[in-house]
C-alpha cells in the first residue's frame, strides 16, 4: 500500500474512532444532566464522521449500493476484520446453537 493510501486508511480509522468516542461521551453526558455539552460532543462526532467520509471516498471505497451491500457483507461474515465473527456451526439458518445470533464477539 502507498504511504498515501496507508495515510488515508489511518485517517478514516482515527475519524471513526473518534466519532464513536466523542458519542459515547455525548451519552455521558446526557446521563449526567448536561445537555449543552452532550451537544457539542455530537456536533464535535458528527465533523469526524464527515472527515472520514471524505477519506473513504478519496479512497474510492465508495462504490455502487449493490457492490457495498456486497462488501458489508463480506466483513460481517468474516472476510474483513469485522468486530464480529460468525458462528459457524450456525447452519443453513444461520443460527447457532440454541437460536443464537449468527454474529459473536470476537474474543
Ligand atoms: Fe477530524
Not at 500500500?1 to 458519542?23: F, H, N, P, V
Not at 472527515?51 to 449500493?65: D, F, P, Q, S
Not at 465473527?85 to 454474529?103: A, C, K, N
Request: charged share 30%; with cysteine.
Amino acid at each position: 500500500m502507498s504511504g498515501t493510501k496507508d495515510a488515508l486508511w489511518q485517517a478514516y480509522t482515527g475519524e471513526a474512532k473518534a466519532a464513536l468516542r466523542l458519542k459515547v461521551f455525548a451519552e455521558k453526558a446526557e446521563e449526567e444532566g448536561y445537555a449543552q455539552i452532550a451537544k457539542l460532543f455530537r456536533v464535535v462526532a458528527r465533523s469526524e464522521e464527515i472527515h472520514g467520509a471524505r477519506a473513504l471516498r478519496v479512497l474510492k471505497e465508495i462504490k455502487t449500493t449493490e457492490e457495498n451491500l456486497a462488501e458489508s457483507f463480506r466483513v460481517r461474515t468474516g472476510g474483513g476484520g469485522s468486530c464480529v465473527q460468525p458462528v459457524r456451526e450456525g447452519g443453513r439458518s444461520g443460527r447457532g446453537p440454541g437460536g443464537r445470533s449468527p454474529f459473536q464477539p470476537e474474543s
